[in-house]
């Protein structure tokens, strides 16, 4: 699958001191499969590409630390970019009523939309008016009313039995009955059509022209795949919108539409729609889409916590310490509680790529083991965990009695400890640090 696939080439790039035009190409090409696979459209792959490619060949990755773990960053950086940075908030009208205006096409999500923005806005302390504009389908108006009646909030719609209806005069009234009842938000509910079509656009641009909105949202359904960029463009020119909404994002789809969407038309997403539920929606995240899209959550994850804690720094001087043979008992618990700082250590090999061979070593290691490793190194005098070689027969039943453990077990932990630093002080003298503690355990 395609975290897997990820994994394996970062876990070949991890290797490498520099990373190689080659390299570079073969991790693009892993990311452009990787965005086509999560239907972002072909145009804004390749721009998305374009980029990456020109930064993991440039100053930034060859001046790194770690070439491909600042490549798998670029990525992500790029695509929080992309998605907006940072969440963006409605921006209310210093002179309420705000107006809110919902389009997109038929079946999108726009008047379950209008519900859960209803009902989150009253939350928030708003007292807002739903305004039933789509007279085009028989029962839209209804299914509004509805939806009103759920989150306790008041609809406008016109007359029944009014025939179809004039939706820019329903738009026009409501903000009326706004002022008039002082309704500090008005969300205008619009009608959609299963394409792009052009009565449609003429319609929705001239409810935008009556209402004058603070907001126009753009709804769209995520799994959309390949037309999202087609239909966003066309509503971005037809009536254009200032954010977008994600809708059905609970379902399969990977949320590539979010990035073609946000990428061609440069409109930040707002609001991202979870469910049938009117509680299913929530302000959108770029950085939760960004791990989404590409799948990298695990990867971004073990980054993080093995960059907190082994730093290639901290992994130098330890194994200087054992080349040098200074290594100490108090530099194996030092070792330990970095181990225990990074919660299950089988879960962080599990994400770790390659970390399939150390697991299988790990799985009759528990992490009890450590609790009581460290009981009997706590027990020692600060002299006994510098020279191990001063622990003889009563000094090692002191420590048992001290840490609730058993003499052999004090001893199989002094064994250990000096098999360790004569195994990594062989290693250390050929050059490759290995994590303390894993191997002869
Ligand atoms: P509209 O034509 O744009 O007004 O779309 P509707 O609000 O009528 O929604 C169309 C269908 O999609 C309805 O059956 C909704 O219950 C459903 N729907 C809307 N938003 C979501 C969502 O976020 N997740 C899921 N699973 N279904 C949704
Ligand atoms: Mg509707």
Excluded: C
């Amino acid at each position: 699958n395609l975290s897997d696939r990820l994994a394996d080439t970062f876990t070949k790039l991890r290797s490498k001191g520099k990373l190689s035009p080659a390299d570079v190409d073969g991790t693009v090409r892993e990311i452009r499969r990787a965005l086509l696979e999560a239907d972002v459209a072909l145009e804004v792959v390749k721009d998305f590409t374009g980029r990456i490619r020109e930064r993991a060949l440039g100053d930034e990755v060859n001046k790194a630390l770690n070439p491909a773990q600042q490549v798998v960053q670029i990525v992500n950086e790029e695509l929080i970019g992309i998605l907006g940075g940072q969440t963006r908030r409605l921006e209310f009208a210093k002179q309420p009523p705000t107006v809110i205006m919902l389009a997109g096409l038929q079946g999108a999500g726009k008047t379950t939309l209008a519900g859960k923005l209803s009902k989150w806005l009253k939350s928030e302390g708003h007292t807002p008016m739903l305004v039933a504009a789509d007279l085009q389908r028989p029962n839209a108006v209804t299914q509004l009313q509805v939806v009103g009646e759920q989150a306790g909030v008041p609809v406008f719609a016109p007359e029944p039995g009014n025939g179809k209806g004039d939706p820019i005069r329903v738009a026009k009234d409501a903000i009326k009955e706004a002022n008039r009842k002082q309704y500090d938000t008005v969300i205008v509910d619009t009608a959609g059509r299963l394409g792009v079509d052009a009565e449609l656009m003429k319609q929705a641009a001239g409810i935008r022209k009556a209402v004058d909105p603070d907001e126009v949202l753009f709804v769209i359904d995520s799994l959309i795949g390949q037309d999202a960029v087609q239909t966003a463009r066309a509503f971005q020119d037809g009536v254009d919108f200032t954010g977008v909404v994600l809708t059905k994002l609970d379902g399969d789809s990977r949320g590539g539409a979010a990035l073609s969407v946000a990428s061609v038309t440069g409109r930040p997403i707002m609001f991202a729609s979870t469910g049938e539920g009117l509680d299913d929606f929530e302000p959108f995240h770029p950085d939760r889409m960004a791990s989404r899209i590409l799948d990298l959550g695990d990867i971004l994850t073990l980054i993080e916590q093995a960059q907190k804690t082994f730093d290639e720094e901290q992994a130098l001087k330890t194994a200087e310490k054992f080349a040098t043979d200074t290594f100490t008992l108090e530099d194996f618990l030092e070792q330990m509680q970095q181990l225990k700082n990074m919660g299950s250590i089988k879960n962080m090999l599990g994400m770790l790529p390659g970390g399939k061979n150390m697991r299988q070593q790990l799985d009759s290691f528990d992490e009890s083991e450590i609790t009581r490793t460290e009981a009997i190194i706590r027990s020692m005098t600060v002299q006994e965990r510098r020279q191990p070689k001063v622990l003889n027969g009563s000094r090692r039943l002191r420590i048992a009695k001290g840490s609730g453990t058993t003499v052999t077990e004090v001893n199989a932990l002094v064994n250990r400890f000096e098999q360790a630093a004569k195994m990594m002080k062989t290693v250390a003298k050929g050059g490759t640090p290995q994590i303390p503690g894993m191997g002869p355990i």
